[in-house]
C-alpha cells in the first residue's frame, strides 16, 4: 500500500466515525423532541386539571353553604317536634 491509500483509509475511518456521531447525535435529538413534546403535552393536561379543580372548589363551597343551612333547618324542626312532643306529654 502507498502513502496515499494508507491516507486515504485512515480519512475513510474517520469519516465513519464521524458518521456514527451525526447519526447519534440526530436520535438524541429527536428523543429530546419528543420529550419536550410529551412535557407540553403534561403542562397542557395539567391546566385542564387545575381549571376543573377550581370549578370543584367553588362548587364545594357553595354545597357547604347549602349543607349548613339544611343542617340547621332540620334541628329547628327537630326541636320544635321534641319540644312539641314533650309541651303534649304534660
Avoid: C, P
Avoid at 395539567?46 to 362548587?59: M, P, T, Y
Amino acid at each position: 500500500m502507498t502513502m496515499e491509500d494508507q491516507r486515504l483509509d485512515r480519512i475513510e475511518i474517520k469519516l465513519d466515525k464521524l458518521t456514527e456521531a451525526v447519526t447519534a447525535i440526530a436520535r438524541v435529538e429527536e428523543k429530546i423532541h419528543a420529550s419536550s413534546q410529551k412535557i407540553d403535552r403534561l403542562e397542557y393536561r395539567l391546566d385542564v386539571n387545575e381549571g376543573e379543580l377550581d370549578n370543584l372548589k367553588g362548587i364545594v363551597s357553595l354545597n357547604t353553604v347549602t349543607v349548613k343551612a339544611s343542617e340547621r333547618i332540620f334541628w329547628i324542626i327537630f326541636s320544635a317536634f321534641v319540644s312539641l312532643g314533650v309541651y303534649f306529654l304534660q
